[in-house]
């Protein structure tokens, strides 16, 4: 039929039914953007980490995500549609969260780090932020609430135990000055206390060793001699306890100098020579002609030299040797004082360098020493810059103790 | 006549080694057990020296030292404090005295004459 042919009533029941398929697509078009953005929505909801909570106007809830049923351990037939706080057996019927829905949010459609502390019987006590978003769609005339919840409990837990390991650390410092203080002062009580009796204990037997106020007879001279050399002994631990102290808490300075490296040991060696003859034993000597002088405190590396080297005569037995190597390494001198005495078995290794050790054989027993003097040698060592090692075979296979001094130790006065 | 020398010290032991290596050295020793006799001592015989100790029960040996250097009579005696406080603070407390020395305890008796020495102009 041609178009001039229709009537008026079929030309506009055409229009109606032309302008129903355009109504029918327009509204098809919408339906599938509602669509759209429900499933956008719902993304959102399922893509957020922490618990989520929908609710209605009424406080039921309309959607919760899997991360809220996984962390507070409920299904979703207990959840959805029941009052919030019906949820878990009338678990969430706290009083913060009644708060902030029923005072705050009506007031306030957005509320960010509202904290609520809370017992739960199943997950146990949980400190949790919330964030609250309050939305109002006036086509539908419905209110819906947004619950994000974070669950800080731990955080929290880590951050209170930080502040106390904080308090604890301040505390641990103070406490510790207070030692240092109370052991610094108790050393110099000490050392003045255990002087005093010394003092005439050294002073007395010498003059009389000396025969100054008249003759002694043999034995009395001998048993002065010995309270003398008794006398020193003990003055010599009460030094080197001292040192040790003064090196341990970093107040031993070094007064350095330029010290003629090659005369001062040769100067050293001349007693150590006597005290060898004495025990018939040989000494070894090979100092290079071209030792260098060292920038060195010198009262603490003829210290050093004398503890090795005395050590060297003590623990080697009648008829050994004893020997001495200096020379310069590099940008060091280094000196090496050996023996072919007692030795030190492995496992003695390291104990000899913790004080007050001694190798303990029939031989040492019977020798004079404090055991410190090989402890505090490489510390002065140490204090200088440089190192202080020990080796030996075994017991019985002798012993060398190498040292190594900078030429340059810091500053030279 | 023999120089005066008066010490001070409260232990009557290094009272008495003193008193005997100065009298050997020639000395005529004059002896207090405390710093109050010390002074008054010192005012009385104005000795050429005085060995002294720091610690006293009635006061210091340094506090000791600033009563007698402010009197015209005593000021200009040497004083050398013979004392067992030998590490660094005890050092330190003395180093402001003028015309003092210091000897630590125990005493050298083989060089006490000579160190002594060394301290009289």
New interface residues.
């Given amino acids: 039929m041609r178009d001039q042919d229709k009537t008026k009533e079929q030309r506009v029941a055409e229009k109606r039914v032309a302008e129903l398929v355009v109504s029918e697509a327009q509204h098809k078009r919408k339906e599938h953007r509602i669509q759209e953005a429900l499933e956008y929505a719902e993304s959102i909801i399922e893509t957020v980490r922490g618990p989520l909570l929908v609710l209605d106007s009424d406080l039921k809830v309309v959607r919760a995500n899997r991360s809220f049923y996984d962390f507070f351990k409920v299904t979703p037939e207990e959840t959805i549609g029941s009052f919030i706080y019906d949820l878990g057996n009338r678990q969430w019927d706290i009083p913060r969260l009644r708060t902030l829905l029923e005072d705050i949010l009506p007031k306030d459609n957005k509320i960010d780090d509202y904290e609520v502390e809370h017992e739960f019987s199943n997950i146990g006590h949980r400190i949790m932020l919330f964030n609250a978003r309050r939305i109002i769609q006036k086509e539908i005339a419905s209110r819906t609430i947004l619950l994000a919840i974070e669950d800080i409990t731990e955080r929290r837990e880590i951050e209170t135990g930080l502040g106390k390991a904080h308090e604890a650390l301040k505390e641990l410092a103070t406490e510790l000055k207070r030692t240092a203080k109370v052991k610094s002062e108790f050393l110099a009580n000490m050392s003045h206390e255990l002087r005093t009796p010394l003092n005439s204990v050294i002073g007395f037997s010498e003059v009389s060793y000396d025969e100054t106020f008249g003759t002694l007879n043999e034995k009395q001279k001998k048993y002065v001699n010995n309270i003398l050399t008794s006398g020193k002994h003990l003055l010599l631990l009460i030094n080197q306890i001292l040192d040790t102290a003064k090196v341990e808490a970093g107040k031993m300075n070094l007064a350095l100098s330029s010290l003629p490296m090659k005369s001062l040991l040769n100067e050293m060696l001349l007693p150590i020579e006597d005290m060898a003859g004495k025990k018939k034993l040989q000494m070894v000597l090979e100092i290079a002609e071209d030792l260098p002088d060292i920038g060195a405190d010198e009262l603490k590396v003829r210290e050093i030299n004398y503890n090795l080297l005395s050590n060297a005569v003590k623990f080697t037995p009648e008829g050994g040797t004893i020997g001495m190597r200096a020379k310069k390494a590099d940008s060091e001198i280094e000196i090496v004082v050996w023996d072919t005495g007692v030795g030190i078995a492995p496992e003695n290794m390291e104990k000899i360098f913790e004080g007050f050790f001694r190798v303990d054989t029939p031989y040492s027993r019977s020798t004079e020493g404090t055991g410190l003097g090989l402890p505090l040698s490489r510390k002065l060592a140490e204090l200088h810059g440089g190192k202080l090692s020990v080796e030996s075979e075994g017991l019985n296979k002798g012993a060398s103790v190498r040292f190594a001094l900078p030429i340059i130790s810091g500053k030279v006065e | 006549m023999k120089k005066k020398a008066l010490i001070v010290d409260d232990?009557a032991?290094?009272l008495m080694?003193e008193k005997?290596?100065s009298e050997?050295t020639g000395f005529e020793v004059f002896e207090a057990r405390n710093a109050a006799d010390g002074i008054a001592i010192a005012g009385r015989e104005k000795p050429y020296i005085i060995l002294m100790d720091v610690?006293f029960p009635d006061m210091r040996g340094t506090a000791a030292s600033r009563i007698l250097r402010q009197d015209k009579e005593t000021c200009d005696i040497p004083i050398v404090f013979v004392t067992?406080?030998?590490?660094?603070?005890?050092i330190e407390e003395i180093k402001n005295i003028t015309n003092t020395g210091f000897m630590?305890?125990?005493?050298?008796?083989?060089t006490f004459a000579k160190e002594i020495s060394q301290f009289i102009k």
Avoid at chain 2, 84 to 90: D, I, N, P, T
Avoid at chain 2, 104 to 110: A, D, E, M, V
């Fill in positions: 232990n032991n290094n080694l005997d290596l050997i610690r067992s406080s030998v590490m660094a603070e005890g630590g305890k125990p005493i050298n008796t083989r």
